[in-house]
């Protein structure tokens, strides 16, 4: 059974599925893993006729900790401050607006149905404001939910909340060290963390209304109680021993008494097998990723696999981009001819709309056609023609070496060393190329000239390629010569005269 309707059985009531992404910087394609696994679990259910909310936050109130190089100079002092609150890269909209745009494009690209929020509104609007009083009245429970699982106490000035400093308007740099029932008391500090320099400021503020923001993990709790979510699902790292939703579930428990939504780990990416990182530079972008791969094959990829199980995916150099084509093509075959069921089913949870065959010729062929000048009719009359644009970029910015193949302006130096035999068989395929040849009869008349010749196919092939590519090897031979300006074919294949 397949992994999502396996996980789903027997479930009863209202659903509302629930993630979370913070928009302060460039969405790594593991980043897209979680929106497209719970668009999946949403799909599920609603195949089953179930009342279902499929939500996702963009958690835009978290102070920004960290900037890419380009915007060290012009965001710096910006550091600490809220992410709705600082200003778009571009000038419009907010530092949260500008990343938020992109992955809403993504989002609509890969077909998710979702029910997008914004933290700052939802703080804003006081929806989180019974939360925050919950947390701040309760405090000496949520610090022992923490003790509990670190074995180490915390000091009675604690609180789960940071409030805007209403001074500098930094958030990362307050710490709120008392409660009075209607106030919070706060500081900010300039050493409180390595990343931004808080302004001195002490005082008396109310928590709420926007005011203030509590830490990840308890608010990852309140909005389960405030949302009622009954399904989310996240990286291994928060799931672990002692990670955020262990925290966040006990405080659940401790406060509302309420149980935590139904949630499994899911698995990164690895680049090299290493977990990918937009700041270490290691994997893709989603930009990037839906640059290469139609948008059925970027969900076929997050879902092919049990979310459970890491998948190693550098495509870069690599054939790994192939040979995903390839599984989508296989997976495609299975279900439109009742193949494997659980292949079958990640193939239909891939679709957008209605399910659509995909070309019956490998990608590896097609990488090929596309560096042909004279084949755009032929990939025209094969309906080649949307994969060819994913086709040409995988060549031209991932693929090995080995299947680049430039026709070279030149004479190869390597061409000028074939042999007498060599060079015959390259002076006969010029004398006959006046024919009108297809490309099977002409591979097919190949073979049997160099036979005559007593050529091996090897020894004939390469010639050919050493001659147009300066390579041992290149696409189907024949294919590549008919592709090609037939007086430039011939004038190569004559340079012995």
Wanted: glycine share 6%; charged share 25%; hydrophobic share 40%.
């Amino acid at each position: 059974m397949f992994w999502a309707d396996k996980a789903l059985q027997n479930r009863k009531g209202r659903e509302f599925v629930n993630d979370g992404w913070t928009p302060s910087g460039i969405v790594h394609m593991g980043g897209l893993k979680g929106p497209v696994i719970h668009d999946v679990l949403a799909r599920v259910l609603k195949e089953r006729n179930k009342d279902v909310t499929n939500n996702l936050s963009f958690d835009d109130f978290d102070p920004i900790d960290g900037l890419p190089a380009s915007l060290m100079e012009s965001h710096k002092d910006y550091m600490g401050v809220p992410i709705f609150l600082a200003p778009s890269p571009d000038g419009k909209g907010s530092f949260g607006d500008f990343y938020g745009r992109k992955m809403r494009e993504m989002l609509k690209a890969l077909g998710i149905d979702v029910h997008i929020y914004l933290a700052s509104e939802k703080y804003k609007s006081g929806e989180y404001n019974e939360g925050i009083r919950a947390l701040l009245d309760n405090v000496k429970k949520v610090r022992q939910v923490y003790e509990k699982v670190y074995k180490k106490p915390l000091k009675n000035d604690w609180y789960p909340l940071q409030v805007i400093c209403p001074n500098c308007k930094k958030l990362g740099t307050t710490k709120v060290i008392d409660w009075d029932g209607e106030e919070v008391t706060f500081i900010c500090m300039p050493d409180l963390v390595t990343w931004a320099q808080g302004c001195n400021a002490t005082g008396k503020i109310s928590p709420f209304n926007g005011n203030a923001k509590m830490p990840w993990k308890p608010e990852w709790a309140i909005k389960w109680s405030t949302f009622h979510v009954t399904i989310e699902w996240s990286g291994k790292d928060h799931m672990s021993k002692g990670g955020s939703f262990e925290i966040a579930a006990n405080i659940l428990k401790a406060i509302f008494n309420q149980e935590p939504p139904m949630a499994r780990p899911y698995e990164f990416f690895l680049w090299n097998g290493k977990k990918m990182s937009s700041s270490k530079g290691l994997g893709l972008t989603g930009e990037d990723l839906l640059q290469v791969l139609p948008a059925q094959i970027v969900r076929f990829l997050m879902i092919k696999t049990e979310p459970n199980k890491a998948v190693e995916f550098n495509p870069v150099g690599t054939d790994s981009i192939p040979k995903l084509y390839d599984e989508y093509q296989k997976a495609a075959e299975a279900y439109f001819h009742n193949g494997d069921k659980d292949v079958a089913r990640a193939f239909a949870l891939s679709q957008i709309g209605e399910a659509v065959k995909p070309p019956a010729i490998r990608f590896s062929a097609l990488a090929q056609w596309v560096q042909m000048p004279n084949m755009r009719e032929e990939i025209k009359k094969q309906g080649l023609e949307k994969w060819a644009i994913y086709a040409r970029v995988w060549v031209e910015r991932y693929a090995p070496e080995s299947e680049k193949f430039l026709v070279q302006q030149e004479i190869p130096e390597s061409a000028k060393n074939l042999d007498d035999k060599q060079k015959a068989y390259l002076q006969k395929i010029a004398d006959e190329l006046d024919h009108e040849w297809t490309a099977e009869e002409l591979q097919k008349q190949m073979y049997e000239w160099a036979k005559a010749l007593g050529l091996s196919p090897k020894e004939s092939f390469s010639a050919i390629y050493q001659t147009l590519l300066g390579k041992d090897h290149g696409p189907k031979a024949a294919w590549l010569i008919l592709s090609l300006d037939k007086k430039f074919v011939k004038e190569r294949f004559s340079f012995i005269k």
